[in-house]
């Protein structure tokens, strides 16, 4: 056979033989299965073939390469052939999988590895081919070698029998023209069948097949590797019960009964009592139980509701295990876009886009980063990451549907769930019933988890949670609770916050927005500096490009760490980042009114061991503020007035009283039994039954969902930008080489943004990223941005 190629060279990479990519794209498919293990709700649709089918569909996805236009292309000597490979792909399957049923499925992991086979934007197979007659379909593929067509599909069927993949005992002769007969009938017959809507277990089988041809493939073009072991199992209990002994520890009843519950968990554990461990062995035992029922390699996701502190959490998992590169870090939006990127293939710019200027006009070297990239997405079996990154599984499509294949048999821990927030709850409650659905299991983590939302979590899986309450551990009290009644930022506070600061205390300072997180250190910071350095004061908040932020945390870590053996006076003003797994310790709390979840885990940050005696935590009241385009008052114009305000009035009660995480869950439970209580449970489960009904049925498997992409990431985690000024760097980082750190260096430009700045914004198609003309401060964040004039960027309506 003469040589086909299924890549183009790259640089000083040479080009890659179709048959290489083909047989790598299997044995992908093969280490994948081995990864993940049987997935029930899958076999029971394709009666137990559907790793069989997702192997097929690998090994004969981009058969259809070998026309000579694509050929033409592929070698450099014509800028584009303009067609599909996987539709002529499609003609090779009815004489190579003889079983009609089993085809049809093939067929469907075939068509779909790149395009959604329905759709509105004009890119799906249905509009580029339906109505075509088999002479027209010719016509338009163009040549085709028949020497190569016999030549291949001898290859395939040698191929498939000798990895025992079910196939023709023989091969029949094929020319071309019966070539693209059979992939005009097999194509007909599959829009045909998914142009009707499925049952759900049909859906979800369609799904987590397009999701794993789309894996493999991607695999075998970064030439990739899954990890296959999983550090959190059988073994880490005694490797943490060894650790602890050593520092004359040993296990707490609580982590004891974590460790052995078989099924989901909710684990309600104080600040200080171990609450991570306690899961991690929960974890452990999920892991080797799943392993047993599966046959894979279950992956634990641990979730965390916000950006700024997924790192730390992954750098304490990375120290806990002894190895970073066990750990993967799910939060990167530019790690997204090379996701959308490595779906693409290099059959035809111009078909794919219809833009020359699109995202994946790119050189052949960028692509294959953002294969490597996507890659990295599903290589480590521990990730950290936020929920709302494993919710976009629900885009479903070439994108994404390989997070579900990933999702399937693996363990979720959601720690520090922010209740209050019922839309996010709802859709991560939908979520959870998903993964149940495909063989996971779901464990709920908070020092306070109140009962209104173990509850949900009981109504929504359809296996019944455990609850494991920590007992009375005798922890030392830590917070005395004050509270002010004038505004963080009123003259009474600064005068305050200086009178500690001149005591050598170290004083945490949590404002609602970043307006008032600038206002305080602006004023704070100096008096500060003159008393214990300049290295003394810290801002840390959202609007920070990444590598400012992972250079702020570290230099916050360095100084106010719980495990410091000195305490050192110093200043930190924050928003809500400093809330979730900084591992702080500081002598004073002064903070905005919030909703008492977010409160609680503000306290946490002081006095974290319980070293010293009870500290204070002083609150002040809010200022309620309306909010552009939306009904109602907002706590100093972030959370909604309802929640903070009865959590308010608990705290009115309870003032100068020493307080411990125990009397707060007994005030949630009292909060979420009020009038608004109950109308929070409505939109919980309204929200719920909304998501999944328009997202997680999936009745119809392959059509396009990409036009619902922008809007979800802008509900969940708004937008990112780069500045101006650093655009020829963010290009740079982009086409850098294959190691980790270059295909994840243009993240540290990217400033996280709300959805409603974005018109402040220009969109550069090329880069597929926004930029943003602004006033920018390494050490003060995001100021001032220059944009229309009908919109201002508002600090006072951010975190």
């Given at each position: ?134 002479e027209d379909l010719a016509k338009r593929i163009g040549p085709i ?169 992954a750098d304490r998992f990375a120290d806990l295990l002894g190895n ?155 917070h005395r609770l004050q509270v002010r009644r004038h505004h963080l ?311």
């Amino acid at each position: 056979m003469r040589t086909l190629l299924a890549k183009s060279a790259r640089g000083a990479v040479p080009p890659e033989e179709l048959t290489v990519h083909l047989e790598t794209t299997l044995t992908a498919g093969v280490e994948l299965a081995r990864r993940v293990g049987r997935i029930e709700a899958a076999e029971r649709v394709l009666d137990g073939r559907f790793w069989l089918a997702a192997q097929l569909s690998g090994l004969y996805h981009d058969g259809g390469k070998l026309p000579d236009g694509c050929q033409q292309m592929l070698l450099g000597r014509v800028r584009s052939w303009g067609e599909r490979h996987e539709v002529v792909s499609l003609g090779f399957l009815p004489i190579l999988v003889p079983d009609e049923q089993l085809c049809g499925w093939v067929a469907a992991g075939v068509a779909t590895h790149h395009r959604a086979l329905t759709g509105s934007n004009g890119r799906d197979l249905r509009f580029l081919y339906h109505g075509l007659t088999p002479e027209d379909l010719a016509k338009r593929i163009g040549p085709i070698d028949e020497n190569a067509v016999t030549a291949l599909l001898g290859w395939l069927h040698t191929t498939a029998t000798a990895a025992m993949l079910p196939t023709t005992p023989e091969t029949s002769s094929l020319s071309s023209t019966d070539l693209i007969d059979a992939a005009h009938r097999t194509l007909t017959e599959l829009l045909h069948r998914w142009d009707r809507r499925v049952t759900p277990d049909v859906g979800l089988a369609a799904v987590l097949l397009q999701g794993a041809v789309t894996v493999a493939d991607h695999l075998s073009s970064a030439h990739g590797s899954v990890h296959t072991t999983q550090p959190f199992d059988h073994r880490f209990r005694p490797a943490l019960e060894e650790q602890m002994a050593a520092k004359g520890r040993a296990l707490r009843e609580h982590q004891v009964r974590a460790a052995g519950t078989s099924g989901h968990l909710l684990l309600r554990a104080p600040t200080g009592s171990g609450k991570t461990e306690a899961v991690l062995l929960w974890a452990a035992r999920q892991v080797t139980e799943l392993t047993q029922h599966s046959g894979g390699v279950p992956r634990v996701f641990f979730t965390l509701p916000y950006l700024a502190s997924i790192n730390a959490m992954a750098d304490r998992f990375a120290d806990l295990l002894g190895n970073p590169d066990l750990v993967g870090v799910a939060h990167s939006r530019a790690a997204s876009y090379h996701l959308a990127a490595a779906i693409h293939s290099t059959d035809s710019p111009d078909s794919e886009e219809q833009e020359e200027t699109g995202p994946c006009q790119q050189s052949e070297a960028t692509k294959a980063l953002a294969r490597a990239a996507a890659t990295r997405l599903f290589r480590e079996s521990v990730r950290v990451g936020t929920p709302y990154q494993l919710l976009r599984a629900a885009l479903a499509g070439p994108a994404h549907a390989g997070l579900l294949v990933d999702a399937a048999n693996s363990v979720f821990i959601l720690d520090e769930l922010h209740a209050y927030d019922s839309r996010r709850l709802g859709y991560i409650l939908a979520t959870a019933r998903l993964w149940e659905r495909l063989g996971g299991r779901i464990a709920v983590v908070s020092a306070t988890l109140p009962d209104v939302l173990a509850d949900l979590f009981k109504d929504t899986l359809a296996q019944a949670p455990a609850l494991v309450d920590t007992p009375d551990l005798g922890l030392p009290p830590r917070h005395r609770l004050q509270v002010r009644r004038h505004h963080l930022t009123d003259p009474a506070t600064t005068h305050e916050i200086r009178a500690r600061l001149d005591r050598g205390q170290s004083v945490l300072v949590v404002a609602n927005n970043v307006a008032h997180a600038l206002a305080l250190f602006s004023e704070l910071a100096p008096h500060c500096g003159a008393l214990h350095g300049d290295d003394s004061a810290f801002l840390l908040h959202s609007r920070f490009t990444r590598q400012d932020r992972s250079r702020i945390e570290q230099n916050i870590r360095n100084r106010f760490a719980s495990a410091a053996a000195h305490r050192l006076p110093g200043l930190l003003v924050a928003t809500q980042v400093v809330e979730v797994s900084l591992d702080l310790d500081l002598d004073v709390l002064f903070t905005a009114a919030a909703p008492l979840e977010a409160l609680l885990q503000r306290f946490g940050r002081i006095n974290r061991l319980g070293a010293y005696d009870p500290a204070d935590v002083i609150v002040h009241t809010p200022a309620w503020k309306r909010r552009r385009n939306q009904p109602g008052e907002y706590a100093d114009g972030i959370y909604p007035r309802e929640p903070v305000e009865a959590g308010w009035h608990r705290l009115l009660e309870h003032q100068h009283r020493i307080v411990s995480e125990a009397d707060a869950t007994g005030w949630l439970n009292t909060i979420y039994t009020t009038d608004w209580g109950r109308r929070w449970h409505d939109e919980v489960t309204n929200h719920r039954d909304a998501f999944d009904n328009a997202f997680l049925t999936f009745r119809r498997p392959f059509a396009d969902r990409t036009d619902l992409a922008q809007t979800f990431d802008e509900l969940f985690d708004g937008t990112e930008a780069i500045l101006e000024r650093h655009r020829a760097a963010y290009t740079d980082a982009l086409t850098q080489g294959t190691t980790a750190e270059g295909r994840l260096a243009a993240d540290q430009y990217l400033i996280p943004m709300p959805a409603w700045a974005a018109p402040l914004t220009r969109y550069e198609k090329a880069l597929n990223v926004r930029i943003l003309d602004a006033d920018y401060d390494p050490d003060l964040g995001l100021l001032a941005i220059r944009g229309p004039n009908q919109h201002a960027y508002q600090t006072g309506q951010v975190v």
